[in-house]
């Protein structure tokens, strides 16, 4: 155990973590609901630190993440747990060990070895995935300040319910993000993920504010999520936010507690692209849909194909120096 990161201590040893929205009261011999921190005697404690259950060597498109470094590797960690519970998470086995299982399990990897591995097979980027982030925030920051030390940069896959507290203590050594917005709907995140939704939008408003790279993932559940005034909204806050954010629109397939909807049908996510352009974005991608044309970059000003993709994998990048070859238009993101 390693004492948490974050938080205040109270009165008869009860603790106030600050770490994600939540804002968990925790009393002595309790713990949060993300389930992994727990108040030892008046101390909050991280229960998954060095906890990796999860380790992979993925291409930087599967995060998704499209206008940085594609092509590139990605080395990817988590820990049990989150602080959410999605009835459509797609990693429940290990973000709801905690809940399900009523365990917690990992391999003792201290942050050195991830930053050494990640080096070892040529990973431009540290991706804290998987699971949320957030919950295992010690180990993320500890391991984001020597990743970045050596030229590794860091980028979560998150759901966006950290604090301004948590953005903070990590900057500058957090360099990218995709955020789930789930909906734009706050009883679409009570009832199906144990949240709201304000705290989702202050925290993709703040990162951009901090000059993170973020790009933002909408999985589309038929009935649920999908209707045209809903996706309008999500286009309409992004684009007021910065067109250029690229806005991943992915296919549903039944999955954990949300099995009785049908899987999306490709030309709902066709359609809720077309929304996104409508409202002004320029970057909108289908995902899970593989040799759909919504997985290519064209130029936002000329139309020029920039980069080709089949699934995960980059055919074809024609930016160069992050400004498109025929037209010169400048296209938002990280490239070198």
Avoid at 269 to 297: K, S, W
């Amino acid at each position: 155990m390693k004492e948490a990161y974050l938080y205040e201590k109270l009165e008869n040893k009860k603790v106030r973590c600050f770490l994600c929205s939540h804002r968990c009261l925790i009393k002595p011999g309790s713990r949060g609901i993300c389930g992994v921190r727990e108040n030892a005697d008046g101390t909050l404690t991280s229960l998954v630190y060095r906890q990796i259950l999860a380790k992979n060597v993925d291409p930087i498109e599967k995060k998704p993440l499209y206008h940085f470094l594609p092509g590139s590797r990605s080395y990817s960690i988590a820990t049990a747990g989150c602080n959410f519970k999605c009835l459509f998470c797609q990693n429940a086995d290990i973000s709801q060990m905690v809940v399900d299982d009523e365990r917690i399990w990992g391999q003792d990897t201290p942050p050195e070895i991830i930053v050494e591995k990640a080096l070892a097979t040529g990973s431009a980027t540290i991706a804290y995935t998987y699971t949320e982030p957030t919950i295992y925030f010690e180990m993320a920051v500890d391991t984001a300040r020597i990743a970045a030390q050596k030229g590794v940069r860091n980028i979560f896959v998150s759901n966006g319910y950290m604090t301004e507290e948590c953005l903070r203590n990590i900057h500058p050594d957090l360099h990218g993000a995709n955020v789930d917005l789930k909906a734009f709907s706050d009883g679409f995140y009570k009832e199906q993920c144990g949240a709201r939704l304000a705290p989702v939008l202050r925290s993709i408003e703040k990162m951009v504010e901090m000059g993170i790279w973020v790009e933002v993932t909408t999985l589309l559940i038929p009935g649920l999520n999908d209707s045209e005034q809903e996706l309008r909204g999500i286009a309409d806050f992004l684009c007021r936010l910065d067109p250029g954010i690229p806005w991943h629109i992915s296919r549903f397939h039944p999955t954990y507690r949300l099995t009785d909807v049908s899987p999306t049908p490709p030309e709902s996510l066709r359609r809720a692209r077309e929304i996104g352009f409508e409202q002004g974005l320029r970057y909108v991608y289908t995902g899970n849909l593989p040799g759909d044309e919504g997985e290519n970059t064209f130029c936002h000003q000329c139309g020029e194909l920039l980069i080709a993709r089949y699934g995960f994998q980059v055919r074809k990048n024609a930016i160069s120096g992050g400004s498109c070859p025929k037209c010169a238009a400048r296209v938002p993101g990280v490239w070198k």
